[in-house]
């Protein structure tokens, strides 16, 4: 039985966005902030490249250049313990 919190597993590729600051001499900067959810690689498939500014993690599966379906993505909440997970690893 899994113990581990899904944001505590090596599996999890945390989601990120960015939001717009003003600095206080008036320049506007991205910064990203964490999100409440992530994807758990051991279960996805991502997209045979990255988009610009995407990071994907090492030794993810991906779909093939030529393969037209759309990605498929197992999000997760980062609290959440999934008792049943065969893939917890803690990190």
Same mark, same amino acid.
């Given at each position: ?14 989601? =990120?966005? /960015? ?8 320049? %506007?900067? #991205?910064?990203? $902030?964490?999100?409440? =959810?992530? /994807? ?8 045979? %490249?990255? #988009?610009?500014? $995407? ?37």
């Amino acid at each position: 039985m899994n113990r581990i919190r899904c944001g505590d597993c090596a599996n999890f590729d945390e989601q =990120y966005r /960015n939001i717009q600051v003003t600095h206080k001499d008036g320049t %506007k900067a #991205n910064v990203p $902030q964490s999100l409440w =959810y992530g /994807n758990c690689t051991a279960q996805s498939i991502y997209p045979s %490249k990255e #988009n610009e500014g $995407q990071v994907f993690p090492l030794n993810v599966r991906r779909r093939d250049a030529d393969d037209s379906r759309l990605p498929e993505m197992k999000s997760v909440e980062k609290t959440k313990i999934i008792e049943s997970c065969p893939y917890a690893v803690k990190k």
